[in-house]
């Protein structure tokens, strides 16, 4: 079951509470990732007027990821169904998301290379595996913490090759190098990069490889300077989400400032850059790990 | 590991982070000319052999008529079609009682796929073009809507910017010349550009190939101006030799051929195509303005008519179309034109109400019959709003002086004086001429007849001025009787 611990440790950095517990705060990070996934998947979708209707199949799983985790954060103490549910859904998110990924590798044959610029955006569907493993590795307890041995409320017991903290790590920055890719293949459709889509580029690279660095080594073995590294690195993804936010908003008006739609769906779409924000809100949620985890509410 | 130190992790990050930036700063020139190949290629119909035998061997219908019509298969080989996996059946296979299907190898195909077959995909192109005055509107005015099923009747109407009350001579009899010429005559005339908008068999309106050639289905051709050439040339709507007299055409057949043609939609900006096109000011997502397939969802009066009258929603439209402007042009310069060449569509008005009223008063008082085209005043009059008063009109929003001069109220005058003195003549005939009081043949010269229409305050709309929102249906002529005044309609 959810722990209410409020109490976090940043690695060795420092000790502090969370506004709300930490497990909580993860399943409502997921909460708002998959509904604004599969947002952003429709307006996607809908500029494509939804000419295949396997095009639909991501849409209804964000509000449905939505209701299990905010259920599941926002209750004082969900039953075992909820958590049922919610991994199921969750699970059905990885599905959509290989599904997803094998589709837009089908429109991508016969295209050469081209794909990786002008095609169904190969790595896109992905993110949804993303959300669906941080979503499950959210609703599970660790227990003991750093042994990988986890407690599913209602289905069971599952050993991990890594603990739950570098499964986390991991997913951050396996997502943090896939954005960085779609960064370089997406912004190549215009001819080249400017001064801002180098910075995201630069910026990928660097945090991918730190965060990926992080997740080689268990929390207890980060040092403080990794942990100052890593820590400046995910605030620096919010900074760098931010600015693309503004990039892509001051490419998509039109004269005067004035706003089309049309443009905002299909030119630089505005919500992109915040998954530098959203990985590094993540980072730093992560990176705050629970201090005190009562083993006996462990198992449901 | 001493705390005052870089970690280890940092220079690994810096290291492996300029290691990739460096293979990313070397392959940028080569990912985006890979970009412009590809989409130059789906553009300019110079498919890449992948496609080709992937879709010929995937295609049933290709395998045979790549021998029997080879360019048809060509075409669409070529096209982004054949690259997204659309087959031929995908548009040609239809139900067995499909009408106008007929029985194909086994199948039932139609011949020429009606814009239904377009539903599917680009339902929202489809949606805006059956709205617009290139769909039913198009044939309604070259046949009258007596062809029409009750369905397309009742779409016919439901279209907002029908004008249902015609005013102005000629208008509600031009289509008696598609019945005087004859159908021989008029499917390789009239139909072949009328027929953007043809009633189908199917119940749908309209051909999307009329714009959208097949089977190439090109996103360039059909954005280039020659397109709109197709029909939009001659005496009585001349915007292709406006727009080249234009500095608009000027720029675009001089630089044209290096403009970015093949941007996707939407995307556009004056760094790809930086001087006015047809589709840019009409259609494109451009400035301000999202794309659409309604050709007058930017316009504001209706120029074809003898006297012009505001569209439905006519301040609207002409803001979107000032969005479009405002890429290049400042908003004082835009209002400028606007003022001018409203003016010139006031004055045009003007007269050609005049000229009505000379047909009228013949025909009043049983000089002349009411039967169309029977006389050779009649073609006078027609001609005059329908060749040389649109030219004007069109002329002076579009940036063509020689054409709202001399093609256009040079020749308006110069018609207007030929009937006045033959409406003369015929009532003298008659033995009317000094029994009348009409206001035009009664002895006073033309140009102070003309110049009726010359006061400030009457025609020229000043800067400012509010148009009118219409409704459907309530067409208000543009004459100098209504010319908004200070945001005010007379």
Redesign the interface.
Known sequence: MISDTRRVRLYSLAEFDLPIAWERALLLLVAMNAFFLSFEVFLSHA?N?F?VPTEWIPIPWGPLGLITSTWLALRRRAGNAAYVIHVLVMALGILIGAIGFAFHAF?AV?????W???SAPLLAPLAFCGVGLVGITAAVREDPPESGRFAIPGIGLAQAPVTRHQQLIWLIGLGLLLTTFSV??DH??????VFGE?IA??YG??AS??TI??ALRRPSHV????AS?FVWTMLLGLLVGVAGLGFHVARDL???G??????F???APVMAPLLFADLGMLGLIVAAQPVEVPSERAIA | ?P?H???R??L???G??LV??AL?FVA?GS??R??????SRIESGAA?P??ST?AISADKCATCHASATPGIVTQHLDSKHA???IGCANCHEVQANHPGGIEHQGTWVVSAPTPNACLG????ETREFWRSRHALPAWAGMTGTDDFTPEQKAQYDAIEEVMKTPVGIGVSTRNSLYDIEGPMVTAAACESCHAIGRPNLDGSAGTCSSCHLRHTFSLEQARKPETCNACHIGPDHPQWEIYHHSAHGVAYTTTGANWNWSK????LTPQDIPAATCQVCHMS?F?????THDVGDRLSLYLFMPMSAWRPGAGENRERMK?VC??CHSREFIDNVYLRADAVTARVSGIEAEAAAIITRLENTGLLSKEPFDHPIKFEAFELWHHWGRTAKFGAYMFGADYTQWHGIYEMVKSFSAMATEAEAIEKEGGLHDAVDWPLAKRTPLLDRLNEYRGPGRIMPPAGTVLPQQKPGGEKLMSPANIPVHGVQK
């Open positions: 500029s007027q000419r429109a016969g295209q050469g290379w081209d990786l610029i002008n370089v293949f190549a459709q215009e001819g080249g990069y180098w580029i630069v690279f660097f490889v730190v660095g992080i040092s403080r300077g990794e590294l039109g004269p005067g004035a706003i089309v739609l049309e443009r769906i299909d030119y | 590991m705390e130190r870089p970690p992790l940092l690994w990050a810096v492996l982070t990739l930036v990313v940028e990912l985006s890979r970009a412009e190949r590809s989409s890449g992948t496609v992937a690259k997204s996996g995909c680009h339902e929202r996707a939609a939407g995307r997502g400035g301000s303005q999202g794309t969005g405002s890429s």
